[in-house]
C-alpha cells in the first residue's frame, strides 16, 4: 500500500490473491517426477494468484484487475525434482496489463542477521568481550544463511505512485515522496472443520462440517520499516498494533520516544554508552527517522517527510536516483541518500544501521548538544553482507526481482 499525500489512508494499493491447485490427491508427493515447465504435470502442488489495483482505500476503492491465474515457481527442491531450476522461476515473472513486473515464489532469504546472539541478551558477537556477562569477541553468524521464503517482488514505475502521477524529479519536492507498508488479511470468521461424529452419538457423519471461513477481510498483520514489530513494540502491544492501521501509531509514541534497547545498551554494555545513558529527553530524531520521515534541513539536500501524521511507513524519495555505483550498505548514516531509511534496498545493512541509530549517531541532527559516545558509529551484529549460494554467482541478482535464487533443499549450507 502507498500512501501519497501524507494524510495516514492509502492512495494506491496492489492487492495479491492466492489459490492452490492439487493434481492429484492420491499421493503425498510434492511431485512426481522432475519438473521442466510451470505446466508438467509431474507438479503435482501448483500455485496460482492474481493482483488487483485499488485507487483510494483498499476495501472501497476503485479497484482494477492487473493479472489473474498467474503461476508461482516450484520450490527448488533438488537436482532431480528441479534439475533447472533458474528456467522455472524466471518463467514465473509476469508482466501486468498496466506495465508493471510481478514475481511470487521462493527466495533465498535474503536478509542477513544474527538473530541467534541479537536475542541472547542483546548480544553483539563482536563486542561481547564488553557484555555485562562476557565471553570472546568472535565474528557474527548470519542466521537466515541457506534458508528461503516466500516472497512477492513487483516493479512499478514512479508515475503511478506519485499524487499527480508525474515522475519526480525534485528531491525537496513533498510530492517526490511516498509511504509504503504491506499487510495481510483473513476472513473475518472461521468455523473449524467438525470432528466426524458431530452430535456426539458414536458413528461417523457423512455429512460432518468441513470448516469455512467467511465474512469481511480484517487486517491481522503488517510491515513498514524492519524491526519496528520485532524490537520497538513490546509484547503486550504486538497483536493490537499488526490490527490496527498505521495512521493511528500516535497511541505508540511512547516506544518510539525512549526505545527499550535505548535504556538496555548501558546496562548491558557498562561504561561503553555513557552519554547515551545519561540522555532523558525524548527521541525527537528516532520519531522523525521511524514515524514521520526527515524534513527538510536536517539533511543537507535530502528529505523523507510524509507529513506530521505518525505512522509507520517505509518512506521513499523517488527524485533520488538510485545508486548503482558504489551503493554503501549503511545508507543514508553513511553519506549514502539513496539507501535506507530512504526506502530498503535489498542490501542495505538495517540491522547495523538501527542500532547505530538507536546507540545515538543520529541525534546530534536534532540536538547539536549530545555527543555520541565512540561506540555508537562502530556497534553492529558483525554480519554485514548476503552470502553467495549456488545456484547464485552473486549476492543479488542485478535485474527483477533482485533477490537471488533460492538455495535447493537437496544441498544447502547454514552458518554454525
Sequence with gaps: MIDNNGDGIEDVTYQFKFRTKIGNPNTFLYNTGPISSLTDSSWNVKQFYSVTKVLGPRRSGTSTVLGTNLSTPPVNIGPRSTPNYI?????????????????????????????????????????????????????????TKGFSVHTIAIQVSKKQLTANSSTPTDPLNKNSVVGIWASASRRKATILA???????????DEDTSPGIQTGP????????????????????????????????????????????????????????????????????????????????????????FTGSVQADYLRLNMAIQPNTNSPNRLGLIAGDAAGFPNGRR?????????????????????DPSFTPDGAAALVGDGVDSNPIQPPNTSPFLTVFPYLPHPVPGYEHSHDP
Design 87 to 143: 528456467d522455472l522461476a524466471n518463467a514465473a515473472i509476469n508482466t501486468l496489463s498496466d506495465g508493471s513486473m510481478i514475481f511470487a515464489g521462493q527466495r533465498d532469504e535474503a536478509f542477513y542477521v544474527d538473530l541467534g546472539s541479537i536475542f541472547d541478551l542483546a548480544t553483539l558477537r563482536p563486542f561481547q568481550n564488553l557484555h555485562l556477562i562476557p565471553t570472546p569477541a568472535a565474528p557474527g553468524v548470519d542466521t
Design 346 to 366: 535489498v542490501g542495505d545493512d538495517v540491522i547495523d544501521i538501527e542500532i547505530r541509530a538507536i546507540a545515538g549517531v543520529t541525534l546530534p541532527l536534532v
Design 194 to 204: 467438525g470432528d466426524g461424529d458431530d452430535d456426539d452419538n458414536g458413528q461417523f
Design 217 to 304: 477481510f480484517t487486517q491481522v498483520s503488517r510491515l513498514g520499516m524492519p524491526l519496528i514489530n520485532e524490537v520497538i513494540i513490546p509484547l503486550g502491544k504486538k497483536d493490537v498494533w499488526n490490527t490496527v492501521n498505521p495512521r493511528f501509531d500516535s497511541q505508540f509514541l511512547q516506544y518510539y520516544q525512549t526505545p527499550e534497547v535505548q535504556k538496555l545498551l548501558p546496562i548491558l554494555y557498562p561504561g561503553v554508552f555513557p552519554n547515551l545513558a545519561g540522555y532523558s529527553k525524548p527521541r525527537a530524531d528516532l520519531i522523525a527517522i521511524l514515524l514521520t520521515g526527515i524534513p527538510s534541513g536536517i539533511v543537507p539536500g535530502f528529505q523523507n
